[in-house]
């Protein structure tokens, strides 16, 4: 495997910045940790790791500050690149190194995530236009079904890796206790105590809404308390 020809992306936010466009209450140390294991997980390839946060990043547009960072990994020589997120606890080591072998046989690669976009993509510099990556309906429906088709077109052949959760939001944090084998102990006590502590905050500010709900006359048309 010609390893040094392909180098990891790690695409992924602050946690501020994270849960900015997210609905995870409180979850800034779940997504501090899980970029730090991103990372870990990504130099235990040995492949060159470049992490593009927000600070990084060039564009208007999530579409057009993916493209700008991915071209900018191409632009420093790698004729190859692994671009991942930080959001899919489940990703494992050997998902990125059987990447990059398939990378170095001249294929391309997608992780499908559950929800109908991808926590992982293996591109070859040879099929990247810049243009028309850029003009994918990112953060939309179908995103998936979309970048497969378009792949497909591009290169030679086009490999899936299994479908894996992503976290999103609150439901996700739920989901994915359905599938807590391979999660670190570190990662699935956060994603516990985070939901013990806003199911909590989501029932005493309910309770306080229904206690005062009437100690307010002349605000009748404004809504109950939610935090989630």
């Not at 990059?100 to 391309?108: E, F, R, V």
């Amino acid at each position: 495997m010609n390893s040094l020809h392909t180098a990891i992306l790690v695409f992924a936010n602050s946690a501020k910045q994270d849960l900015a466009n997210k609905h995870i209450l409180r979850g800034e140390e779940l997504f501090d940790v899980l970029t730090r294991s991103t990372l870990k997980k990504a130099k235990k390839t040995g492949l060159p790791v470049f992490h593009f946060s927000d600070e990084d990043q060039i564009g208007a547009s999530f579409g057009e500050r993916f493209t700008n960072a991915i071209a900018s990994v191409f632009n420093k020589g790698f004729s190859s690149i692994i671009t991942i997120g930080n959001d899919t606890p489940h990703l494992k080591t050997h998902h990125l190194k059987h990447t990059a072998q398939q990378l170095a046989m001249g294929k391309t690669v997608i992780g499908p995530s559950i929800d109908g976009g991808f926590y992982l993509l293996g591109l070859q510099k040879s099929n990247f236009d810049v243009t028309e990556f850029q003009n994918l309906p990112w953060q939309r429906l179908g995103l998936y079904h979309q970048i497969s088709s378009w792949l497909h077109q591009e290169s030679t052949e086009l490999i899936k890796l299994p479908v894996l959760q992503d976290l999103d939001n609150e439901r996700d944090l739920q989901s994915i206790l359905s599938f807590s084998n391979g999660l670190s102990s570190t990662i699935l006590l956060l994603i516990i105590n985070l939901l013990k502590s806003n199911r909590s905050l989501f029932y005493t500010n309910q309770n306080f809404s229904s206690q005062y709900s009437n100690s307010f006359p002349y605000n009748k048309g404004s809504p109950a308390f939610s935090f989630i």
